[in-house]
């Protein structure tokens, strides 16, 4: 076979596989959704994002959502997408996790019967955030932020109507830049859903535990991540919360969230886990 033979083959097969691509979404568009307020806007939620991308050429990710939206348009519902789903840019993942933990707070706060359709809206974004984040294309960063300013326009509406509504017990993560101890704005979300969850009802103290990537020096991290339980302290103390029942506890690298190898800089593992204990 010679060379323009090969390449008339491969390009008959490319059309092939893409002639494959995309047939989701038309049966997506002929499903009547049923079941509960949140998983049928869920499911309409999907269908506009899978329609979206098949406007766009991008089958695959149309496929996905129409996938998720017959999920949703059958009553069950997908969970958020974890940021491992998704080829993330590195400097990304830290943001998009808070923004997860954040979702699935206030979804498993009965979010989904309270304000069902902010929080099908709220997950939809947060996942079409993840899939153009995951493009990252230059001349589409336009995309990222409506995404991204749809997920958190429905978050502050979803977090007004449950103002005072405690959430369910559990843990909370706050996430950092590499070698920094500073509290992001996006992670002073997460400590603003801590102090309502902890105001709402009783407590007996908040544990804030530090943690850091394998990147550097073990003894350097473990002082790292003792600053960053501080910082966290610091914040909910100046939301209100009494310094006297925060108590900090410094891990270092010896409890990654991701393993990895030595002298790796991993974003998941740069956080604080933050316990509100009864």
Not at 3 to 13: C, F, P, Y
Not at 57 to 79: E, I, K, L
């Amino acid at each position: 076979m010679n060379q323009l033979s090969r390449i008339a083959v491969a390009g008959l097969a490319v059309v092939s596989v893409a002639g494959c691509a995309g047939l989701q979404y038309g049966k997506a568009q002929k499903m009547t959704p049923q079941g509960s307020a949140f998983a049928t806007a869920l499911s309409a939620d999907y269908l506009a994002l899978s329609k979206a991308e098949y406007g766009e050429g991008d089958y695959r990710d149309s496929d996905t959502f129409a996938v998720r939206s017959m999920a949703a348009g059958n009553n069950n519902p997908p969970a958020p997408e974890e940021t491992s789903a998704r080829n993330l840019p590195s400097e990304k993942v830290g943001e998009l996790s808070a923004a997860r933990n954040r979702l699935v707070t206030a979804l498993d706060a009965s979010a989904r019967t309270k304000i069902p359709d902010e929080a099908a809206r709220a997950q939809a974004m947060y996942e079409c955030w993840m899939q153009e984040q995951e493009e990252n294309w230059p001349f589409q960063q336009d995309h990222i932020a409506a995404c991204r300013d749809g997920f958190k326009d429905a978050m502050a509406k979803i977090e007004a109507a449950m103002a005072g509504v405690p959430a369910a017990p559990g843990s909370y993560l706050v996430f950092f830049d590499w070698d920094k101890a500073n509290v992001t704005s996006e992670a002073m979300d997460i400590l603003k859903t801590v102090t309502d969850t902890a105001k709402s009802g009783s407590y007996k103290t908040i544990m804030a535990t530090g943690h850091t990537d394998t990147s550097g020096p073990a003894d350097y991290n473990m002082g790292l991540s003792e600053r960053r339980a501080k910082a966290v302290r610091a914040a909910l103390a100046k939301m209100g919360i009494d310094q006297n029942q925060i108590d900090t506890a410094a891990k270092g690298e010896t409890e990654p969230l991701v393993k990895t190898g030595d002298g790796v800089r991993e974003p998941q593992n740069r956080r604080v886990e933050i316990a509100i204990e009864q």
